[in-house]
């Protein structure tokens, strides 16, 4: 989302962050609720990614895992959140995950409208700066004030000359406060053994007043972490101290057992494919060139899917469908229509279109092809734009993922497009890459920095008796660094129409 996640989609409740300091790792650790009595109409989804779009325009311009639990199902609709710890002694904050925004904030104990209770079932906590013997508010002569206002993510207060924020959101909501250096605590792992001893200072904002959709308890959590791009990031400001590599990944199962991988640092797998960044776009932008169909191209002017102020491809994994414009939807449902003519029956479901049919998907339904700039094609199979929602007489009813985007001229590509995928957000180099894979299975990170050489971590599942691997040796490297691997339990909060 543009500044902040809108009303939830996935829930996904992590089990551990490692981060790798100096020659031992880190952890934080992810949680999620996990209701499993009730199930979400696409309408909802597709109402709850469009109020999340609004969002978009509104923008300036060693290792340990989990056992893994829940299930991936697109009809469930929640958030991903982690659970911070920051001060001095530390306090523990759940805060959502946004691939969108850029700032870490949480609610300050002055807020104005900061909800008290969670529908998520989990404690809210409200940041203290007395209560903190680290913390200290940034001034509006301090250098960090000056990179959150070349990126729109600070201001000034001449009042007190203390650095301030203010978030508006498209469907009304927003969040305003002033930014803090304190430290982040972070659970270190030594061998199989772990023990609490690494920091970082960070700069983070402390929410004072919340408006619209942040004050509903149904949703709330703590504050909002951002993954973006910006100067403010705790991404790039881990980065700029040599503590962490600038990149991140992430690999979300789409089997009914779900779960799957968030990794800040970058995931090494050899099939992975890449293709650049739009540079200076606030979102993870991309240059979509054409969509086929059975190896056929789609008469789409390129033009459609070009980057400007108000238009392009960005990847989002807060999104839960995925979103097309007029000109390239209609071309798209017509070629899946005509490819499914002689096995398929077309049925509209509450103004969506959808197929009926008696036998397996991925014997009916053709492949699909996203081709983006330097050669990279995103490869996607039935179940990667396709959701099944009902049957009718034995007959299998599948509707489509991917949504005609309405008045905006951009492309969105959500969690059904993402999952059973590694997706490797490589910020240093300006790419992103994509690889099919199993997300059950551990994974390679890369923990190298800027040092020209690379060390491996393999992940294992503890909690089944699987050691932690290094895949070479590892090297003490001249600075500090992060490779953190978190494993996502992808779960829903889900509410009836």
């Known amino acids: 989302m543009a500044a902040a996640f809108g009303p ?26 996990f209701p499993l009595d009730h199930r979400v109409e696409l ?11 609004g969002r978009f325009l509104q923008s300036s311009g060693g290792v340990i895992d989990y056992q893994v639990q829940g299930t991936f199902d697109p009809f469930e609709v929640g958030l991903y959140y982690t659970k911070v710890q ?43 700066p007395m209560s903190s013997s680290t913390a200290s508010p940034v001034s509006c002569s301090d250098q960090r004030c000056s990179i959150g206002i070349q990126s729109s993510d600070s201001g000034c207060s001449t009042r007190n000359n203390m650095c301030s924020y203010t978030f508006q959101y498209g469907d009304g909501s927003g969040t305003s406060g002033y930014y803090i250096s304190d430290l982040m605590s972070f659970d270190t792992i030594i061998g199989n053994s772990m023990t609490s001893n690494a920091t970082a200072h960070i700069v983070f904002g402390c929410s004072t007043t919340q408006t619209g959709d ?28 040599g503590i962490a590599p600038k990149a991140f990944s992430h690999c979300l199962r789409g089997d009914g057992d779900g779960g799957g991988i968030l990794v800040l640092g970058e995931i090494v797998e ?73 096995s398929a029956r077309v049925v509209l479901s509450k103004g969506n279109q959808c197929y009926l049919i008696s036998s397996s ?10 081709n983006f700039e330097g050669g990279a094609s995103l490869l996607l199979g039935p179940q990667d734009y396709l959701l099944q929602q009902t049957s009718i007489d034995g007959a299998a009813v599948w509707c489509m993922g991917f949504q005609k985007i309405q008045g905006q001229p951009i492309t969105i590509l959500g969690d059904i497009v993402l999952k059973n ?9 300006q790419r992103i890459g994509w690889a099919n894979y199993d997300c059950s299975m551990s994974v390679n990170v890369s923990t190298a920095i800027s040092t020209g050489r690379d060390d491996y971590i393999n992940t ?26 978190i494993h996502v339990i992808i779960s829903g909060i889900f509410r009836r129409l």
């Open 8 to 33: 939830a989609c996935f829930l996904i409740a992590v089990a551990v962050l490692p981060l790798f300091c100096r020659g031992f790792p880190a952890t934080l650790t992810l949680e999620r609720g």
């Open 43 to 53: 309408a909802r989804l597709v109402h709850r990614d469009r109020v999340r779009h």
């Open 86 to 128: 920051l001060g001095s002694p530390p306090r523990e904050f759940h805060v959502q995950i946004d691939t969108g925004s850029d700032v870490l904030w949480v609610s300050c104990s002055s807020c104005n409208g900061c909800p008290e209770s969670s529908g998520l079932r989990i404690p809210l906590s409200f940041f203290d």
């Open 214 to 241: 942040l004050t509903k308890s149904d949703r709330a959590v703590d504050g909002i972490f951002g993954f973006g791009q910006q100067g403010l990031s705790v991404i790039s400001q881990l980065a700029s101290q």
């Open 270 to 342: 050899p099939n992975i494919v890449y293709t650049p960044l739009v540079p200076s776009q606030p979102h993870y932008n991309l240059n979509l060139q054409s969509i086929s169909v059975n190896g056929q191209a789609l008469p789409i002017d390129p033009a459609v899917f070009a980057t400007t102020s108000r238009q392009g491809t960005i990847v989002d994994s807060g999104t839960t469908l995925a979103y097309l414009t007029d000109e390239a939807y209609n071309p798209f449902i017509s070629a899946i229509t005509v490819a499914v003519s002689q």
């Open 361 to 370: 998907a991925n014997d009916v339904f053709p492949q699909v092809s996203l």
């Open 421 to 429: 995928k590694i997706f490797v957000y490589d910020l240093a180099g």
């Open 460 to 485: 294992g599942d503890l909690s089944h008796g699987i050691s932690i691997k290094v895949s070479t040796p590892l090297k003490l490297i001249a600075w500090s660094w992060v490779a953190s691997i």
